[in-house]
């Protein structure tokens, strides 16, 4: 019976639609006392906590791996299982996480969205634009 005013969301709390409104708004009212980082809900806050804390409560069974978000053990558990959930639509490719099919992707796309600012090199990925980098700035790893 709730609806957001701005987009097609729909809950069953008021609450819950105030909270979606922040997404729009930009609003992040939850504060981290360590770092000073900033987020829409008390839940992130939590979980932004454990970067300082160290607390990872969510244990995988098989291995013994532990983890900061439940989401995190989600996908950890598919390297058990082998469920492949994600497949290129171009291919035979498929894997565990929808950010690695992305990337996948540019192999077919030709997408190379990182650019190096002083000779223009495009790559698919961030990592392999800041390792070019340190040619032009000769850092060391």
Do not use: W
């Amino acid at each position: 019976p709730y609806k957001c005013t701005v987009c097609d969301y729909a809950c069953s709390t008021a609450a819950y639609v105030n909270r979606h409104m922040r997404t729009h708004t930009g609003e992040k009212p939850y504060k981290c006392r360590e770092c000073g980082y900033c987020c829409s809900t008390f839940a992130a806050v939590k979980t932004h906590n454990r970067t300082h804390t160290g607390e990872k409560p969510y244990l995988c069974r098989i291995c013994k791996n532990s983890f900061t978000e439940s989401g995190y053990l989600k996908i950890h558990l598919r390297t058990h299982t082998g469920e492949k959930l994600y497949k290129c639509t171009e291919c035979d490719y498929a894997c565990s996480r929808n950010g690695v099919l992305k990337l996948h992707m540019r192999t077919h796309t030709g997408e190379t969205p990182f650019v190096c600012k002083i000779c223009s090199k495009s790559f698919t990925q961030k990592s392999n634009l800041t390792q070019h980098t340190r040619i032009h700035t000769r850092e060391k790893k």
